[in-house]
């Protein structure tokens, strides 16, 4: 027998060979959650169809459909990117998920890729669903598909960063109630089923600068009404996308 032929060779896997692992890892765990499936695709599901088909909200003119499918894009992106992230986080955190992680020869920045990769598999599988359904109730979108990715990635870099930082800084239980009490007033204030000219002037002009109402009245203006860039719904998530991962960064806690 040569020498070496059967030679252990020790040592970490290639960085992307572990960040791809981590981020698969990490997108079988979120579809194998029940709680994630009802907040990332069945409730956006079942909204988008009973508002659609049913009228309960008087959301102007034109086909319902065409005003809620845009809207409820941008919840599905905020119940993957901030809400399940949030509950996930705040667990791995508590459990000492996140300690172990950060001792392993992944690189703590790494593991924040590999989160990041995870939410946005998870939300193209969202939306090619919700577009689905939303076709099949007569959707018509317009305009640029280049607006909608730019609006749709800046939009999870904000509610990415806000949902590290509740996860990083709260207890898993505090994580877990603000995060749902957070999505289901954003639900109702955001501009996602409820129109923000329904709300009175002063109410609408604060509701607007949220990161909700900014991606759904961006998605629409370019889905439904064919805009061109809608510079002012993409500054604000910016802003907010800064912001919320600049405090992730400095405020998160492993421990």
């Not at 061109?228 to 604000?236: Q, Y």
Request: net charge neutral; with cysteine.
């Amino acid at each position: 027998m040569s020498a070496g032929t059967y030679t252990p060779k020790p040592g970490a896997a290639p960085l992307a060979r572990m960040i791809t692992a981590q981020a698969a890892f990490e997108t079988r765990m979120l579809l194998r959650n029940g709680e994630q499936l009802l907040l990332t695709v069945i409730i956006p599901s079942l909204l988008l169809v009973l508002f659609s088909t049913v009228d309960i909200v008087d959301t102007g003119a034109g086909e319902p459909v065409d005003f809620l499918a845009p809207g409820v894009l941008a919840l599905a992106v905020m119940s993957t990117a901030f809400t399940g992230q949030a509950i996930a986080t705040g667990f791995e955190r508590r459990y000492g998920v996140l300690k172990r992680l950060g001792a392993s020869p992944l690189p703590r920045w790494a593991l924040m890729c590999a989160k990041t990769l995870s939410v946005l598999a998870t939300e193209v599988l969202q939306i090619v669903l919700l577009t689905v359904i939303a076709f099949a109730l007569g959707w018509s979108p317009h305009g640029n598909p280049l607006w909608v990715v730019l609006l749709l990635v800046l939009g999870t870099a904000a509610f990415s960063g806000l949902g590290l930082l509740m996860a990083g800084t709260l207890k898993a239980e505090a994580t877990l109630a603000a995060a749902n009490l957070v999505f289901l007033l954003l639900l109702v204030g955001g501009g996602v089923i409820v129109p923000l000219d329904r709300f009175p002037e002063g109410v609408a002009d604060v509701l607007a600068l949220l990161p909700i109402a900014a991606l759904s009245d961006g998605l629409r203006d370019v889905l439904r009404d064919g805009a061109g860039v809608p510079w002012g719904d993409m500054g604000i998530l910016a802003v907010w996308a800064v912001l919320g991962l600049g405090a992730a960064a400095r405020l998160f806690r492993w421990e």
